[in-house]
C-alpha cells in the first residue's frame, strides 16, 4: 500500500496567502513541491489552497457536492499584467480514461474517479 506525503505547510511570506496561514494542508509530496514553489516565487502575487467551493453535480450520484481546487494563485506576468489561475494537482493517470483491458476490483473505482475530475 502507498505511503502518502501529508502534513500542514509552514508558510515564509503570510501575507501572500489567502485564507488562515496556521492551517495549509498538502496532502502528496506533489502538493508539498507548489507550496514552496507559490511561497518562494517572486511572480506569485497571492495564493490560496483549498479555499474557493465550486458546486458541481456529480455524474454518478447526480447529487450537488462541492469541490475544492488544490490551488487559486495571482501571478505577474514578465509584461506587467497580472492573471489568475486555478491549478489541480493530480497523477496522469487520472487524467486518462481507464481503459479495462482485463476484469479488475479497480476499474469501477477508476471510472468513477475520471468521470468526476
Do not use: C
Not at 87 to 109: G, S, V
Amino acid at each position: 500500500m502507498a505511503k502518502y506525503h501529508q502534513g500542514i505547510y509552514k508558510i515564509k511570506n503570510r501575507h501572500k496567502y489567502k485564507g488562515d496561514p496556521d492551517n495549509i494542508v498538502f496532502r502528496s509530496s506533489w502538493e508539498l513541491k507548489v507550496l514552496k514553489y507559490l511561497d518562494e516565487h517572486p511572480a506569485i502575487l497571492w495564493f490560496a489552497s483549498e479555499e474557493l467551493p465550486i458546486p458541481y453535480i456529480n455524474p454518478v450520484d447526480k447529487k450537488k457536492h462541492r469541490y475544492f481546487p488544490d490551488f487559486i494563485l495571482r501571478v505577474k506576468k514578465k509584461d506587467g499584467s497580472e492573471e489568475t489561475h486555478m491549478w489541480e494537482i493530480k497523477p496522469f493517470r487520472q487524467t486518462q480514461m481507464p481503459t479495462q483491458k482485463r476484469k479488475t476490483k479497480r476499474f469501477p473505482e477508476e471510472s468513477v474517479t475520471y468521470a468526476i475530475n
